[in-house]
């Protein structure tokens, strides 16, 4: 960590900045190797994959946490035939508390770690989507908290593997979660039906609404469109993609039916969304889904 500016110690951990999300790499894709430029911590959801830190190798399992620092050399290689689910946050730290040891000496990454962990990395990842302007602004002092309690936690070795991500949801409620998903991350063109998504939660279908009334706050198919639409957001930020394009990737054949459908959850139309987020100017978001029940391939 020569090259790279050192932070210093101080009562708290106090951050520059915050930003992170979830991601999926299909079989065959792969990462080049590079430096880091700042903090980061991984979590391994799905899969498994070797990491290989300045010519150490590390075998990363489902539960597995990876905290990186400034200067490290990395690259992460896994089976061609695997698909690896993971979440991530990069920050960058100006201060941190005065008991802990020197970032030199943070362990790298832990085996196995504790559902404490895995709940405070899902907590800080729903702050991050909440917080648009994070990777500019600095976050308030009690996120940073959070951030200081999952770095401490996760330097004391727990021994004890996180069995899940997800939220603790009803079993068929999940599995109809998982079918949405799916379908969206594979082919969100193609339409999804409440048989069909009853069938995979394999309860009746008045059962199947009653569980996600409870559970999620929705019926079965206000979720699934309110996943669809979730997935937009990103595409009308990151992407050209026109309007039409974006309706068409996010499953709506009609893209007014799209548009309207957006403006009543976003509360806006798609195209001001777009020039507003692109101006700098905050977006009042409703319907916020949790981060369980977000797709994470868009594209």
Known sequence: MSDFSQPKRGTHLALAYLHGGEVIYQPGETLQSRMLADFELFYMIEGRLNY???????????????????GFHERYCWEADVSIRHAYFHFGIDTYPAEWPSPAEWPVMRSASSPVCASL??????HIYEHNDWPTV????????????????????????A???????????????????HQIEENARQSLTLAEVTG????SEKHLCRLFADSVGFSPMQTYLLMRLHIACPLLVRSSFNISEIAARCGFENPLYFSRQFAKVYGCPPSVYRERIRSGKPIPKKNLLPADMIPRRCW
């Open 52 to 70: 290989i830190q300045n010519g150490t190798l590390y075998d990363v399992q489902p539960g597995g946490i990876i905290l990186g620092r400034p």
């Open 121 to 126: 990395f899902l907590h800080i990842l729903q």
């Open 138 to 161: 600095r976050p308030e002092p009690r996120h940073c908290r959070l951030v200081e309690a999952l770095i401490d936690t996760f330097m004391e070795d727990h021994g004890v593997e």
């Open 163 to 181: 069995i899940s991500f997800e939220r603790d949801r009803p079993e068929p409620v999940r599995r109809a979660l998982m079918r949405m998903r």
């Open 200 to 203: 995979r939660a394999h309860v």
